[in-house]
């Protein structure tokens, strides 16, 4: 029986319809593990040591699964569990979500100090502080649209103008937020510029629109290198560009076409090199636009589409 601690956001928060976290944990407890979580504030270093606040949960899945229900979906034990170190688990699955900021930060200096010790973090913490989920991108030039990562008025204008319709991007945030599409000829382009940038002071990304994302987006997962058969397929609410769930979109359920695998098992081989167990790469068209490895989504709705449990995938990858 193994230990899976869950690094997330507080439970009452999960949206477990279509929560990929709340699918891990329930399939966890399936394979007769313990579940344990905490929230990035329960996880501190003491001296050398990484250390967590747990608290160890029965999943009553069934109750999730009943449409509208208000019942809880989880039980949790009657006291907290004793501060522990991160190496007592079997795993760490860090799955709360961005914003990536300095906090986020410092909770990845703290993972470092735990794998220093032997813990098995997923991912791993050098990776999710360093790949940058849109920035990561930029190491495949030819998957990508034309593309300017800059806080630079005059290098972002100049981008603007010469690539006429464009979609500008926060690098920091999630689930759609911040994204603007825009134009020089847009009489909000210069308040969205200023915006975005705060006034020239933070760093964005811009990039040439891809007129294939009024059909949606396809989020491609990846598992130890192997890149997953079906997608995600989120279309957009009409006369919309943003595809994401959270943002209003829709998701069906695909099987990958021979272009989703040449850009996904490309991918596959940078992951792999970077010992990157779990990601969800997202496609428009055929450019790649996302490097998802903090904590990728999706999952749930191919297994209710397809019977296909991602979940399981990753925790067999882990503990073997």
Not at 62 to 73: E, K, Q, R
Not at 117 to 143: C, D
Request: proline letters at 4%.
């Amino acid at each position: 029986m193994a230990r899976i601690l869950f690094i997330c956001d507080p439970l009452h928060t999960f949206k477990v319809h279509g929560d990929t976290t709340y699918l891990l944990m329930v399939t966890a407890a399936q394979l007769n593990h313990e579940v344990f979580y905490c929230t990035p504030a329960e996880i501190y270093a003491q001296s050398q040591t990484a250390m967590a606040i747990t608290h160890k949960i029965e999943l009553l899945a069934s109750n999730a699964d009943i449409p509208g229900s208000i019942m809880p979906w989880y039980k949790e034990e009657n006291h907290t569990q004793a501060p522990c170190e991160l190496n007592q688990f079997t795993a760490v699955l860090v799955r709360n979500d961005p914003p990536f900021n300095m906090e986020y930060f410092y909770l990845t200096q703290i993972l470092t100090l735990a794998e220093q010790t032997g813990a098995n973090i997923v991912n791993n913490s050098t990776s999710i502080r360093n790949f940058n989920e849109k920035l990561s991108i930029l190491n495949f030039p030819h998957l990508i649209t034309p593309t300017i990562v800059a806080k630079h008025k005059a290098a972002l204008w100049d981008f603007l103008n010469t690539h006429g319709e464009c979609v500008i991007k926060p690098l920091d945030l999630m689930a759609g937020r911040g994204i603007f599409k825009i134009s020089p000829f847009d009489v909000n382009c210069d308040a969205i510029m200023e915006n975005s940038t705060n006034y020239y002071t933070q760093t964005v990304m811009l990039q040439k629109f891809i007129p294939e994302v009024i059909h949606g987006d396809r989020r491609i997962f990846i598992i130890d290198g192997i890149v997953v058969e079906h997608c995600l397929h989120r279309i957009p609410k009409k006369n919309q560009i943003r595809a994401n769930l959270a943002a209003g979109g829709h998701g069906e359920v695909h099987k990958l076409t021979a272009e989703d695998y040449k850009i996904a098992n490309e991918v596959a081989i940078w992951l792999k090199q970077h010992h990157i167990l779990f990601a969800g790469i997202d496609v428009i068209g055929q450019k790649l636009t996302e490097i998802n490895i903090t904590s990728p989504t999706g999952a749930r709705i191919i297994l209710q589409q397809t019977g296909l449990n991602i979940a399981q995938l990753i925790l067999d990858n882990i503990i073997k």
